[in-house]
């Protein structure tokens, strides 16, 4: 807003903002702007983290395309984020569809409960959910045993094919919570009147689903799916822990390839690269979604 | 204690002018109000009295200093919220020390001061209760008492009775112009009430769309209204109006208009078109008194029956208006009826600017 | 009204899912009580044997591991919380040239991966001579933590009245003695699950610890529970003992404070 100082009234904090602001903005400069420029800096460069670099241009960038590793890691987030964000998301619509029109006792329980998922560190997750994986001890084989599926048992991370929809189902475990509670909270803000009102004009459970709850849960799931399109970008934890990227490079992710090229490998300008054209992805995610969510409204 | 002046005050928020050329004089130790519709720009001149807006062009001025660019704190007023803005986590005593201690003002004295207001304003119990503890009525007090407490040259008012209950409106407002009356504060009320101006100001200033329309006391304002908006503000049941064609006739004039016409003595200098105004008193079923000019028929559209009097509400041709009746009336919606004019209440207004015809 | 069928159905679909997100849990704190001697399965029950904490305790050298994580999140929280409510504040409630612009920066900031900065930050920090202290695990999430916390608090800020702030100022408080002494004060469950949620978040941030930190004695309790691991592939008891003792504390905070936790991440987001 730009107010000059006739404009303002006598005694308005003026220039004092720009001090109140000072050490939030100090530090997050420092520590993360700072880096970001000096990860696009670093991006340029061939280096390998001991020897001087060579300066490459936007060859890392290219890379991106042409490097058949980076294309996978960057298509694999793309399957995880089907787990990570639209399952959670279509998931939660459901439950938050029944719940709009039932009136549910203890609804505070279950949100404890689903959102607990969300509160443990991905490490632990990983652990967890590696046990379960196991081929030989883990849970989900011997709940196949147990059912005389004994035939279906895999090595769940183990197997090529499906090393990655392993992942990709702890990452639903885990997000799945946070949108459900979300979308249900949205869906109690809905006046009842508007389902009435659907009602009498005869709609059944799904076109008052798609007349009344997903309009007016717009902005509730632009915020579901941009935290966990970020989450599935991100995506470092669980893949360290439970694969590093394997078998092969079956669950290789560009995060990974962060991590891996930058102190295993001795890319570090590509790593650079990588996550430099992460945060951009990122951007543009969140772009579009909220762009969509907003125009939905005036609509 | 001193006087208030707004001298050709301009407020701009951007191209949209909310307050234009307002000239205004409160003479020290008056209350004030000023009344209008939203969006007439009242809200902003009391705030820009208080420093809580910059002023676009014009002088403030308090007493005889000019205020512009001093701060809020410096003017040495205080004000009365709207939503009472009591500091929710301080007692209700701290609420009302909190100006006196951020103006080093001995504790002996501030316990004093707290204590006098206290007691004026029936709060002496509340004391060491939050805020969130108090009625909407007690909240109101205890925002006075804050203002009280602080003796400033002036108190502001923003709308201080909106937010209450009608009953306690009406009692809260009798208790503020008493308290007013005692401890001669210059005062600025700012309200959307014609009523409570009516009943409370000293004089009141009637503003509209940033323009200040008329200054005066009730009475001049009521009686003698300088445009046609003051006219329809001021008075509850409010002015009807309807247009008229004038021609001179033996001893008066003829008023022609829609379902109307009836001769009117002892009229002159009336243009060949007016807006006539009609106070409710002003119009009274046809029989009921003499001396009146009519008859105007019409049809009765409502019946307002308050007790000691009836508003008809009639039906000309198109145009509503009320009809005063004392006591109770046999009148139904539906009924067709005669009213007459009475002459010396009528108002008349120029047709193109609205402004008053004497 | 809604039919009995679908009420039950309601119920059941919630019941289901919840089963889903609390089987896992379950499933490891049995498998951490499991007897240490036995045939170790995921979750299967055979007698609870809290020993095993003991054992994975001493055995994953846990203690200094939760001490490092727990300097490195009081100190993270406690600056970052104090630098937010300041900003906020200015964000929320003055008006000064740019502040739009200096929001938006801090917006984005909110989705810059830590994946995309690490990389530079080890470098840097290297050349320094910080890797492998608290701060090179502390400056970096003062910095995240400072991005989220300002957006919160101004989110915050912005539902204050007008008019309380006005008061003060004509009462004659500066903006200090506003902030910290009328507004602050209503501003304490926003400032708690700012703080809850921060705390959630430094303590489970792996990768910067993982990639700072090579310092057994500074290592943070994610990272500990990653070593722990790499040694312990075969003894799932052990294992699961030391993933729960990492998990417990925010857990604990979160069965506690869950109200705040929940309802405060939702009416932040949706602010937002």
Request: net charge neutral; glycine share 10%; with cysteine.
């Amino acid at each position: 807003m730009r107010a000059t100082a006739s404009e303002r009234p006598p005694g308005e904090p003026r220039l004092v903002g720009y001090l109140y602001l000072l050490p939030a903005l100090v530090a997050f400069t420092a520590f993360v702007l700072v880096p970001l420029g000096r990860a696009v800096w670093l991006s340029f460069y061939d280096w390998d983290g001991v020897t001087p670099g060579t300066w490459t241009g936007l060859d890392n960038y290219a890379e991106l395309f042409s490097e058949e590793a980076l294309r996978g890691a960057f298509a694999h987030a793309l399957v995880l984020l089907f787990f990570y964000a639209l399952l959670p998301v279509g998931i939660g619509l459901l439950l938050a569809g029944l719940v709009a029109r039932a009136r549910v006792r203890g609804l505070a329980f279950f949100r404890t409960v689903l959102f607990l998922p969300q509160v443990i560190a991905l490490v632990v997750v990983a652990v967890m959910w590696r046990m379960i994986y196991d081929p030989g001890s883990g849970a989900l084989n011997e709940l196949l045993r147990t059912f005389g599926l004994g035939s279906l048992t895999q090595s769940w991370l183990g197997d090529f094919n499906l090393a990655l929809p392993a992942v990709g189902v702890v990452g639903t475990w885990v997000w799945f919570g946070l949108a459900m509670v979300l979308l249900m909270a949205g869906v109690q803000k809905i006046p009842a009147s508007l389902y009435d009102a659907a009602r009498v004009d005869g709609a059944g459970m799904v076109r008052e689903f798609f007349a009344v709850t997903l309009p007016a849960l717009r902005g509730e799931i632009a915020v579901a799916l941009t935290l966990t399109t970020i989450a599935a970008l991100r995506n470092f934890d669980l893949i360290y822990i439970t694969t590093k990227g394997g078998p092969g490079d079956a669950t290789s992710v560009p995060a990974f390839q962060v991590y891996d090229r930058a102190f295993q490998t001795g890319e570090v300008g590509s790593a650079a690269a990588i996550g430099i054209a992460l945060t951009a992805i990122i951007f543009c995610f969140s772009f579009v979604i909220n762009r969509t969510a907003e125009r939905g409204y005036a609509l | 204690m001193a006087g208030v002046r707004f001298v050709g005050v301009d407020k701009r928020y951007g191209s949209v002018e909310a307050v234009r050329g307002l000239d205004l004089e409160v003479t020290d130790g008056e209350l004030m109000v000023i009344v209008g519709p939203s969006g007439s720009g009242k809200t902003t001149a009391l705030r820009m009295l208080a420093g809580l807006e910059s002023i676009t062009a014009g002088e403030v001025l308090i007493g005889d200093r000019v205020v512009n660019r001093v701060a809020p704190r410096e003017r040495d007023v205080a004000m009365v919220f709207q939503d009472y803005a009591l500091y929710p986590q301080m007692s209700v005593f701290d609420n009302l020390a909190f100006g006196l201690r951020r103006r080093k003002v001995p504790k002996g004295e501030i316990a004093a001061r707290v204590q006098r207001a206290a007691e004026l304003l029936d709060i002496g119990s509340l004391l060491e209760r939050k805020p969130g503890q108090l009625s909407g009525g007690q909240a109101q007090r205890v925002a006075l008492g804050r203002a009280l407490v602080r003796q400033p040259q002036v108190f502001l008012m923003d709308e201080p009775l909106s937010n209450l209950d009608a009953k306690l409106r009406t009692q809260t407002r009798g208790e503020i112009k008493r308290l007013q009356q005692d401890v001669r504060t210059t005062t600025v009320y700012v309200t959307h009430d014609q009523v409570e101006a009516m009943t409370m100001g000293d004089r009141i200033a009637v503003m509209n769309d940033g323009v200040l329309e008329q200054v005066g006391t009730p009475e001049e304002v009521y009686e003698r209204p300088a445009n046609r908006f003051v006219a329809g503000f001021i008075g509850s049941p409010a002015m009807s109006f309807f247009d008229a064609a004038v021609t001179r006739e033996d001893g008066g004039v003829r008023l022609r208009g829609e379902g109307v016409d009836v001769h009117v003595p002892e009229r002159s200098a009336l243009p060949a078109s007016v807006i006539v105004g009609v106070r409710p008193e002003a119009a009274r079923l046809w029989g009921t008194t003499t001396g009146i000019a009519g008859p105007v028929p019409g049809t009765v559209v409502y019946v307002e029956a308050l007790g000691r009097e009836t508003f008809v509400g009639v039906d000309v041709a198109g145009s509503r208006l009320a009809v005063y009746e004392e006591g109770r009336s046999a009148l139904q919606p539906g009924d067709t009826v005669e009213f007459g004019l009475v002459p010396g209440a009528l108002r008349f207004f120029a047709p193109d600017s609205g402004a008053a015809i004497s | 009204m809604t039919s009995r069928r679908e009420l039950t159905l309601t119920y059941v679909v919630l019941g289901a899912f919840s089963l889903f997100a609390l089987a896992p849990v379950v499933g490891i704190v049995l498998t951490a009580l499991q007897d240490p001697d036995g045939l170790a399965a995921f979750g299967s029950f055979n007698g609870l044997h809290p020993s095993n904490f003991a054992d994975a305790w001493r055995d994953g050298n846990f203690g200094p591991y939760l001490r490092s994580s727990v300097i490195v999140m009081v100190v993270v929280v406690a600056v970052a919380s104090v630098l937010s409510v300041l900003a906020g504040y200015a964000f929320g409630m003055m008006r000064f040239r740019g502040s739009q612009v200096l929001f938006y920066v801090v917006l984005l900031g909110l989705m810059i991966p830590t994946e995309a900065i690490v990389v530079p930050l080890y470098y840097d920090y290297r050349d320094a001579g910080l890797t492998d202290t608290y701060w090179a695990l502390i400056l970096p999430q003062i910095g995240t933590s400072v991005a989220f916390g300002t957006f919160w608090m101004r989110a915050f800020f912005r539902t204050v009245p007008r008019s309380l702030v006005e008061a003060a100022r004509i009462d004659g408080a500066s903006s200090w003695f506003t902030l910290w002494r009328v507004v602050l004060p209503l501003a304490r469950p926003a400032v708690l699950t700012m703080m809850l949620l921060l705390s959630m978040w430094t303590w489970n941030e792996f990768l910067l610890a993982l990639v700072m930190v090579t310092d057994e004695g500074l290592r943070t309790a994610p990272l500990g529970l990653s070593f722990f691991q790499g040694r312990n592939q075969t003894d799932l008891t052990l294992l699961a003992a030391g993933a729960v003792i990492v998990a417990t504390p925010i857990v604990l905070l979160y069965v506690f404070l869950q109200r705040h936790f929940i309802r405060g991440m939702l009416s932040g987001a949706v602010k937002g």
